[in-house]
C-alpha cells in the first residue's frame, strides 16, 4: 500500500520556468490537498480539492493552478515560477468525514534560482 | 479564526525522561485532532487521531490526550530514546460544516540527548 506518492522529490527551477508537481494516492479518498512548508511560517494550504472535477483555494493560491482529472491525481503547477516558490511541498489525502485521518506524502523540495 | 499553538517550540530531554508536549486551539468546535511526526527533510507521519468525542489515545509509548473544553491537548511519550528526536506538529480538523481544512500548530523542535 503505497498511499500518497509526490513526484518528483527535488527540482531546480529557474525563475520564470514552468513545472507541475505529481501527488498520487490510492486510498480511495475524496480530498486531496497541497501545502507548502516554510522556516518560521509552518505548513500552508495552497489548494484542495473534495472530488474529482473540483478544486478550490486555500490560503496561499497566488501563483499556484490546480487539476483533478481523476480521483487519485492531484497536480500542483507553477505556470512562472518565482523565487519566493522555493519551499517544500507536501500533497495530503483524506475522506471527507471519518474516523482517519490525513495523510502526507514525502514531499517535493523545490529551489526557484 | 481557529489558531494552534504548540509551546514550546523546542525541548531538549536526556534519554529515558518522558516528555509531554502541548498543543492549544481557541476554537473547541473541532472533529478531530492529530499528531504528526516529522523528521528532518522528510515528510509528516501520523502518530495519533483523537476523535472529538475522545479523551485520549494510545499507542505503544504513546498517549495523547483531549479537552475539548480547555482548548488542550498533550502528547505523551513514555521513556523517551534518541530516536524520539524529530518535530512534532499537531493538527486540528473542524467540523463538518465548517469545511474540511487542518489547522496546524507551528510544532515542537524534540531533541533526547544519549
Known amino acids: 500500500n503505497a498511499g500518497v506518492t509526490q513526484t518528483p522529490k527535488f527540482r531546480v527551477l529557474k525563475t520564470g520556468q514552468s513545472m507541475t508537481l505529481l501527488c498520487a494516492q490510492d486510498?480511495?479518498?475524496?480530498?486531496m490537498y497541497w501545502y507548502r512548508q516554510d522556516p518560521g511560517m509552518g505548513l500552508r494550504l495552497i489548494h484542495y480539492?473534495?472530488?474529482?472535477?473540483?478544486?478550490a483555494k486555500g490560503e496561499v493560491p497566488d501563483g499556484y493552478n490546480v487539476s483533478r482529472l481523476k480521483k487519485q491525481n492531484f497536480l500542483l503547477g507553477l505556470e512562472s515560477a518565482a523565487p519566493s516558490q522555493t519551499s517544500v511541498y507536501f500533497c495530503?489525502?483524506?475522506?471527507?468525514?471519518?474516523?482517519?485521518?490525513?495523510?502526507f506524502g514525502s514531499g517535493t523540495r523545490l529551489t526557484v534560482v | 479564526k481557529q489558531e494552534v499553538t504548540q509551546i514550546p517550540a523546542a525541548l531538549s530531554v536526556p534519554e529515558g525522561e518522558n516528555l509531554v508536549l502541548n498543543c492549544s486551539f481557541t476554537?473547541?468546535?473541532?472533529?478531530?485532532l492529530q499528531w504528526f511526526r516529522q523528521d528532518p527533510g522528510k515528510g509528516l507521519t501520523s502518530l495519533l487521531l483523537?476523535?472529538?468525542?475522545?479523551r485520549e489515545q494510545t499507542s505503544g509509548r504513546l498517549n495523547a490526550s483531549l479537552d475539548k473544553s480547555s482548548g488542550r491537548s498533550t502528547l505523551y511519550i513514555a521513556a523517551s530514546q534518541p530516536g524520539d528526536s524529530a518535530t512534532y506538529l499537531c493538527?486540528?480538523?473542524?467540523?463538518?460544516?465548517?469545511?474540511?481544512?487542518?489547522?496546524f500548530g507551528g510544532g515542537t523542535r524534540v531533541l533526547v540527548k544519549p
Open positions: 486510498m480511495n479518498h475524496e480530498y
Open positions: 483523537i476523535q472529538s468525542s475522545q
Open positions: 495530503a489525502s483524506s475522506y471527507s468525514f471519518g474516523h482517519d485521518g490525513y495523510t
Open positions: 476554537d473547541s468546535a473541532i472533529y478531530n
Open positions: 493538527a486540528v480538523r473542524p467540523p463538518k460544516a465548517a469545511g474540511n481544512k487542518l489547522t
Open positions: 480539492s473534495v472530488g474529482e472535477g473540483t478544486t
